[in-house]
Nanobody, 130 residues
Framework: QLQLVESGGGLVQRGGSLRLSCAAS????????IGWFRQAPGKEREGVSV????????NYADSVKGRFTVSRDNAKNMVYLQMDSLKPEDTAVYFC???????????????????????WGQGTQVTVSS
């Protein structure tokens, strides 16, 4: 069974940090772009960050640039999202998603804003209190 599972969410105060993890099972992540998305109540889903299959390229939404860092460990089949200097407006359910990376074209903006992802996790809640 092909599955992504997020973990690491929770309640944190403004200015605090959390590290989200995304674990894959049933397939290896080596050939996949991984995106992190979030959705707050009453708001559209937002592409937060993406990382290329090799980890050599990453892309961030302006709202999190300089505060969030995406990384991956393909040997462990894991992807991470380090979130620092958290703000109340970061409160949302965070999802990771996977799509096989094109062999001919890569654009972080494309994958973050328009990518058609094949696999999604169930989400993990992040709540930042003021």
């Amino acid at each position: 069974q092909l599955q992504l599972v997020e973990s690491g969410g929770g309640l944190v105060q403004r200015g605090g940090s959390l590290r989200l993890s995304c674990a894959a099972s049933g397939f290896t992540l080596d050939d996949y772009v991984i995106g992190w998305f979030r959705q707050a109540p009453g708001k559209e889903r937002e592409g937060v960050s993406v990382i290329s299959s090799s980890g050599g390229s990453s892309n961030y939404a302006d709202s999190v640039k300089g505060r969030f860092t995406v990384s991956r460990d393909n040997a462990k089949n894991m992807v991470y999202l380090q979130m620092d200097s958290l703000k109340p407006e970061d409160t949302a359910v965070y999802f990771c998603a996977a799509v096989r990376q094109s062999a001919t074209y890569y654009s972080g903006d494309y994958y973050r804003l328009k990518g058609q992802y094949d696999y999604w996790g169930q989400g993990t809640q992040v709540t930042v209190s003021s």
